[in-house]
């Protein structure tokens, strides 16, 4: 990994957007979009879980971003509700797209809010390839969109989320592995709450695992 890490400012529908951009030494590398929690309660391209995910993606040799959604950071604009930050989720994938016009695979992931964001997009864009949502919450966001989820995922969420009822995480499991052509596994890390506190180190071994399995398909 010869590249260094860039702050790049994107154009998004609300302004400027700013980001973290890692372009890979690889020929055809695949491409990774890394989406943040939610700005209003502090979410940022910055969380660590973020930065965790957006370097397990560099060290597997992908080309990946992390962006600041409007009105976070130096990004223009202000907090849309959902509506807005989906819209620049795919701004972001769009620049990155065209940064790696010859990629050989896409990937998008989000935290908590921005596994949301994240889902969201990966129905609106079917050149995704896979998806990584980290500490969903079916039980604040309606997930019946995913009707069907049109590819194999990983969802990984603590079993002592002390955000989301366990039972809420089951149902979805139940509904998307009824689903025939794809996989959603379902991971649960142990002593893990919403935020991976004192548990990152184990969240990321099992992002890379999952990353290294999948990425070997293409």
């Known amino acids: 990994m010869d590249n260094k890490i860039v702050e790049v400012f994107i154009p998004g529908p609300a302004g400027r957007m700013e980001a973290k951009y890692y372009k890979s030494n690889k020929i055809t590398s695949p491409i990774a979009l890394v989406l943040h929690p939610h700005p209003q309660y502090g979410g940022t391209m ?3 879980i973020v930065v965790d995910t957006f370097h397990t993606f560099m060290e597997n040799e992908f080309s990946v971003c992390r962006v600041n959604f409007r009105g976070v950071g130096k990004s223009d604009g202000e907090f849309d ?15 990155l797209e065209r940064e790696n016009f010859d990629n050989s695979q896409c990937w998008v992931s ?3 809010f921005g596994s949301l964001i994240a889902m969201q997009l990966l129905m609106r864009r ?9 500490s969903p ?15 194999s995922g990983l969802m990984i969420y603590g079993k002592k989320d002390e955000l989301v009822p366990k039972e809420h995480i089951t149902e979805l499991d139940k509904r998307l592995s ?13 002593d893990a709450n919403h935020f991976f ?12 695992k999952y990353i290294k399995k999948e990425s070997a398909l293409f």
């Open 178 to 190: 009824a689903q025939k052509g794809i996989k959603v596994d379902f991971q649960a890390i142990e």
């Open 110 to 112: 989000g935290f908590s």
């Open 46 to 48: 910055n969380n660590k």
């Open 81 to 95: 509700n959902g509506q807005g930050e989906l819209a620049d989720a795919a701004a972001a994938l769009d620049w």
């Open 197 to 208: 506190s004192k548990a990152e180190d184990v969240l990321v071994k099992s992002l890379d």
């Open 126 to 134: 079917p050149e995704i390839n896979r998806f990584i949502a980290i």
């Open 137 to 151: 919450q079916p039980n604040v966001y309606d997930f019946s969109f995913l009707s069907p989820c049109p590819t």
